[in-house]
């Protein structure tokens, strides 16, 4: 079937009329931008010039590490004085103190961190029953505490690895470990822990705990193999008393600590580690 298409004839339009429309299209045009104008103008949120030179500051890791919304969230956190500059685990200490310079007060430097898993258990932790789910730390742990017969072993699969944005975790022979020269301090494995067994400790430690039990002797011996006894030798052979025994469990005094190694050497479980 053949369709014939008609054009209007042009003599028929009528040019005044077109203009018309066009005026008035102008002129609504114009208006709309004029309201638009003034409602912006009334309704525009003021950004302090320093949140931009702070989130340059900041590493742009975006990580929400800091507990905000990103770098930008914490650029305004600290020009309102609702955050602190340590908050940013990723920034180094060069950049922070700019950032104190930005805002006019005083920065004595601090906040370089490094992130552990206070457990060495895995394979050598006992384990109570054998776990059927889904395959995830956190609903394994809503199931009587987990698999582990210790309380605060590694459950050893890997939430905190899946939550790494930088690959920096990984799980071996049943519990997790942190590379230190991929972690970027995020805190993100923190979160995910349902044991709440990885720590943030002071950025100059050479060696850390890892175990998290706070009980002792024949009862950690029949939950792990590797697991702290609190027999307190680490602290009675350590040449800068930098250790005390709080809890069964040795604490490090980083201020004082040598790295000497003589807590790695006397540990009978091998539960005080070198960091690279």
Same mark, same amino acid.
């Given at each position: 079937?053949? &369709?014939?298409?008609?054009?209007?004839?042009?003599?028929?339009?009528?040019?005044?009329?077109?203009?018309?429309?066009?005026?008035?299209?102008?002129?609504?045009?114009?208006?709309?931008?004029?309201?638009?104008?003034?409602?912006?103008?009334?309704?525009?949120?003021?950004?302090?010039?320093?949140?931009?030179?702070?989130?340059?500051?900041?590493?742009?890791?975006?990580?929400?590490?800091?507990?905000? /919304?990103?770098?930008?969230?914490? @650029?305004? /956190?600290?020009? $309102?004085?609702?955050?602190?500059?340590? $908050?940013?685990?990723?920034?180094?200490?060069? =950049?922070?103190? =700019?950032?104190?310079?930005?805002?006019?007060?005083? &920065?004595?430097?601090?906040?370089?961190?490094?992130?552990?898993?206070?457990?060495?258990?895995?394979?050598?932790?006992?384990?109570?029953? $054998?776990?059927?789910?889904?395959?995830?730390?956190?609903? =394994?742990?809503?199931?009587?505490?987990?698999?582990?017969?210790?309380?605060? +072993?590694?459950?050893?699969?890997?939430?905190? @690895?899946?939550?790494?944005?930088?690959?920096?975790?990984?799980?071996?022979?049943?519990? +997790?470990?942190?590379? =230190?020269?991929? %972690?970027?301090?995020?805190?993100?494995?923190?979160?995910?822990?349902?044991?709440?067994?990885?720590?943030?400790?002071?950025?100059?430690?050479?060696?850390?705990? @890892?175990?998290?039990?706070?009980?002792?002797?024949?009862?950690?011996?029949?939950? %792990?193999?590797?697991?702290?006894?609190?027999?307190?030798?680490? @602290?009675?052979? %350590?040449?800068?008393?930098?250790?005390?025994?709080?809890?069964?469990?040795?604490?490090?005094? &980083?201020?004082?600590?040598?790295?000497?190694?003589?807590?790695?050497?006397?540990?009978?479980?091998?539960?005080?580690?070198?960091?690279?």
């Amino acid at each position: 079937m053949n &369709y014939l298409i008609l054009a209007s004839d042009p003599s028929k339009i009528d040019p005044i009329k077109i203009a018309i429309v066009l005026g008035i299209m102008l002129v609504v045009a114009i208006v709309f931008g004029f309201l638009i104008m003034v409602v912006s103008k009334k309704f525009a949120v003021e950004v302090d010039e320093r949140e931009e030179k702070i989130t340059g500051c900041l590493a742009g890791a975006n990580c929400g590490g800091c507990g905000h /919304a990103g770098c930008g969230g914490l @650029a305004k /956190a600290l020009v $309102d004085g609702k955050g602190q500059i340590d $908050d940013c685990p990723v920034t180094s200490k060069d =950049q922070k103190m =700019q950032i104190a310079e930005i805002l006019g007060i005083e &920065y004595a430097g601090g906040g370089e961190s490094k992130i552990v898993v206070k457990c060495g258990g895995g394979d050598n932790a006992v384990t109570k029953n $054998d776990y059927v789910g889904v395959s995830d730390c956190v609903h =394994q742990n809503m199931v009587v505490g987990g698999s582990k017969q210790c309380k605060t +072993a590694c459950l050893g699969l890997g939430t905190c @690895a899946v939550k790494c944005k930088v690959g920096a975790i990984k799980v071996k022979d049943g519990v +997790a470990y942190v590379d =230190q020269k991929l %972690c970027i301090k995020c805190g993100a494995c923190l979160r995910a822990c349902p044991k709440s067994i990885i720590e943030k400790i002071d950025g100059r430690a050479k060696v850390y705990v @890892a175990c998290s039990t706070k009980c002792r002797g024949k009862e950690v011996m029949d939950a %792990c193999k590797v697991g702290c006894i609190g027999c307190g030798l680490c @602290a009675k052979n %350590c040449p800068s008393c930098a250790i005390t025994m709080v809890d069964n469990l040795p604490v490090i005094d &980083y201020d004082k600590c040598t790295a000497c190694g003589k807590c790695v050497e006397k540990c009978p479980k091998n539960v005080i580690k070198t960091l690279d």
